[in-house]
């Protein structure tokens, strides 16, 4: 179901009307295409407080109009830009309130001129526990990026990203740089020291247009929606991959293998031994496991019969507990793995007629955060989960209109997010790159007011 409201206000005429209206005002988003991989204009570096990431080096300092390599990786200017395509702040030195106005120093007279569709990355340090002063205004760091990203408009967005190693966040900043998060707004990502032995053995040297060459993806419900887009941008990033889906959508799911060079596997992932078939059908081995497959069957408590409770339990959460474990276990998962798992903004804020749906989502939330610690020091695989928000396919076409307007407009972009936000958020995640990327549950909402 398109957005016509959105097309409507992407006019002169719809634009004048719906300011005078006070209506939402939706930016067309821009988005990765091959002609247009990256935003147009300079990224600039700002810092507050004393940091010791040690982005830039003396050098850049004495000649401030040179882009610079730094430490994340990545060319970033100190020089003062007119119209900068991004904005990267280091507060990661933030340790006291005086320190943390350098915040509003730095960002106050940039963040006007940031382009349309354009980025603001907060990088901040990890809570010290030991030092109340620093975890008070690093959290502050938090509601600020969140309250930004509320109110800076024109398709632009605002995250924060917690680290403390800059190596290790290269591909975390690459891709909240890019258009291919636009999104993810008003999210908190934690990038921890990446582990050596999380490489894989046949890992290559990094290639960022193709990250995937050589891995094998398998994506669950794959044959059409969001599923469908993880796989075609998984293979878009060099992946072989396997389109897994109920018999029943065999046709589809061959079509979309067919399409991307992959296989189709039909398997009704609830099958008790489908860790066991999956492992049959993968005997070199996998590298990225996607769960995606998901349903919903709402009604309110009182009306749920118990079969729509444990079907939707068993399709979202029991089915994803059970075939990582027998991934995991049989070593299929190889070390370097990766694993995505689908929660949902229901899971984290509740919805009504979907205690069903919202308990199985949070769930999803909780294994991640358990298992991802464990899975990375046993197996050397990563476990991190999407939470879409709004998304248009099938699945939001069928909400009655008045609720699927609210659904579209409530969040920070004022418009639904498409199946390619998750898909490029997933493959994110399961870039070799990002194995400092652990345990982490991230939006793809457009920063909905849901659960925020
Ligand atoms: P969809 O209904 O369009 O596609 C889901 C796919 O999963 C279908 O192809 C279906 O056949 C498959 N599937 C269902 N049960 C299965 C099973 N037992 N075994 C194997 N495959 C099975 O849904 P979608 O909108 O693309 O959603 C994908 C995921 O994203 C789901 O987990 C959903 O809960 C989650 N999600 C979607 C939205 C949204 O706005 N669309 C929002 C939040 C979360």
Known sequence: MADRYLSFTGTAPGRLLTRRLGLPQPAALQRWTPE????????????????????????????????????????????????????VLDATGVRDVETLAEVHAALHPVVRSVADSGRVVVLGAPLDPADHHQ???????????RSLGKEIGRGRTVNLVRLTDAHAAESTLRFLLSPRSAYVS????????????????????????????????????????????????????????????????????????????GTALALDITAPDAGTRIAAALPDGLDVLVHNAGITRDRRLVNMPAERWSSVLDVNLASVLRTTDALLESGTLRRGGRVVATASIAGLAGNAGQTNYGASKAGIVGLVRALAPRALAEHGVTVNAVAPGFVETKMTAAIPLFNREAGRRMNSLAQGGLPIDVAETTAWLADPGSSGVNGQVVRVCGQSLLGA
């Open 186 to 261: 008003g999210q908190v990502v934690e990038v921890g020291s990446a582990p050596a032995d999380a490489t894989a053995p046949h890992d290559r040297p990094h290639d960022s247009d193709r990250p995937l060459t050589g891995r094998t993806a398998l994506v669950t419900g794959a044959a059409r929606g969001i599923g469908e887009a993880v796989a075609e941008t998984l293979a878009r990033d060099g992946a072989r991959v396997v389109v897994l889906d109920v018999p029943q959508a065999e046709q589809d799911a061959r079509r979309v293998a067919d399409r991307l060079g």
């Open 135 to 145: 975890a008070a205004v690093q959290q502050a760091l938090e509601g600020f990026t």
């Open 36 to 87: 247009r991989p990256s935003l147009k204009g300079d990224r600039l570096l700002l810092t507050a407080g004393k940091s010791d990431l040690g982005l830039t080096d003396a050098g850049a300092a004495a000649n401030p109009s040179a882009g610079v390599r730094t430490a994340l990786g990545l060319d970033l200017t100190t020089a003062p830009s007119e119209k900068p395509a991004a904005v």
